[in-house]
């Protein structure tokens, strides 16, 4: 059994483009899906499975570890930077879902079974830009409370949003006070039965990310996300000691090294590794072990497209330190169009039960891939009120 040919889809998705990446073997009728989503690179992505796959064409897709090397130790460099990773994570994704067909298993069946018998799941309600002076206007806080009761309407018994707002480096109490108010509008509007995270976006310093945390706290948050720079390790972990709220952090991450340092200066409670990124679905394992030999749950990073969402599901049920996934089910209309999915997402909680289908249990459709071409992202920009370049 051979593989005889690597191709990409990229389909655009409003605020992203999807990047499918198909790996086709030999044997009439098999090949296997994944996805190397990165926003605002979708071409270097394109580009770095183009010149992978060369390493791969004419090799036993079976022999998934043994490629999984190939491609992240030839050619000189690691695959540790952020195209290559990506690149990485898509055709390692693609061969797992090979290898579930060939034996006629779902993904996790090969991973020793299911150790739960549900998932639940969570969305993202979003939040964005913010005025440059973080004053507190009643509309804001309403309409994260508007968008919250949504969520729970659509049967999500959890939710995540980015009411920290753009942040400088220091900046006083007006950002703290505009989170806290938005966070206490949600919080007042759906009750205490509902779990409730905020995700910073990496957009404080260590310092700010601390006061963000502690004027958060009392809302009982089930996770606090990304409180400052990924790179600032030490950072994270002062936040983490400071409060009580489980802090998570690692959707930026490539590798189990970089995961690596947080476990050893425990610096969050939960792991958030993005399988189109980290490198796939094998990296994710290993990552997955370790967190599991420091007692710290893992919660996926998961904004991207329908294959990404398989797999994050299927590792899922097969992976102990698992507590919920994240999904994506508003981002465009179409989105049901473009996949034939083996799972089912029950409305009331919002819960996925396993699929029976082999693989990820997934099957693209082509052609509606092919209505919906490549588009430039949209830049995001982001500027402090002195004009100083901020995180967006």
């Known amino acids: 059994m051979k593989i005889t040919k690597i191709e990409t889809l990229v389909c655009h998705a409003r605020m992203r483009n999807w990047v499918f990446v198909k790996v086709l073997t030999d044997q009439p009728g098999l090949w296997g899906w994944g996805e190397s989503t990165l926003e605002w690179h979708t071409r270097a992505v394109v580009g770095a499975i183009d010149d992978l796959a060369q390493l791969l064409i004419g090799e036993d897709p079976r022999r998934i570890e043994y490629l999984w090397q190939m491609m992240y130790r030839q050619h000189f460099w690691h695959g540790n930077g952020i195209v290559r990773g990506t690149a990485i994570s898509g055709i390692d994704v693609a061969l797992w879902d ?14 020793g079974g299911p150790v739960r018998d549900q998932i639940r799941t969570y969305c993202h309600l979003g939040g964005g830009r913010m005025e440059a002076m973080y004053e507190t206007r009643p509309s804001d806080a309403a309409r994260f409370a508007e968008l919250a009761l949504q969520a729970v309407a659509e049967g999500f018994t959890a939710m995540k949003c980015m009411a920290v707002p753009e942040t400088a480096p220091l900046e006083g109490l007006a950002p703290i006070r505009y989170a806290e108010a938005c966070v206490a509008a949600m919080r007042e509007a759906v009750g205490p039965a509902i779990d409730l995270m905020v995700d ?10 601390v006061l963000f945390a502690k004027a958060l706290e009392p809302f009982g948050l089930y996770f606090f996300e990304e409180p400052c720079w990924p790179e600032s390790v030490d950072g994270i972990a002062e936040v983490q000691r400071a409060v009580a709220t489980p802090i998570a952090t690692g959707e930026r991450l490539v590798s189990q090294y970089s995961f690596r340092e947080l476990l050893e200066k425990r ?14 679905l094998s990296e994710a394992r290993r990552i997955a072990a370790m967190a599991e030999a420091y007692r710290v749950a893992l919660a996926p990073h998961n904004p991207q497209g329908p294959v990404s969402t398989a797999a994050s599901l299927e590792f899922g049920f097969a992976t102990p330190s698992y507590i919920i996934c994240e999904t994506v089910h508003l981002d465009v209309p179409w989105r049901q169009d473009i996949v034939d999915e083996g799972f089912q997402i029950e409305p009331l909680g919002r819960i996925v039960r396993p699929s029976a289908r082999p693989g990820l249990g997934i099957e693209i459709n082509e052609t509606e891939v092919r209505k919906h071409p490549f588009e430039q992202e949209l830049l995001q920009r982001s500027f402090y009120a002195d004009g100083a370049v901020g995180d967006w």
């Open 200 to 209: 910073c976006h990496a957009r404080p310093s260590p310092r700010m990310g």
């Open 267 to 280: 610096a969050c409670s939960v792991l958030q590794p993005d399988i189109t990124h980290c490198g796939g």
């Open 98 to 111: 090979i290898l579930g067909k060939i034996h006629g298993v779902p993904c996790h069946q090969l991973w």
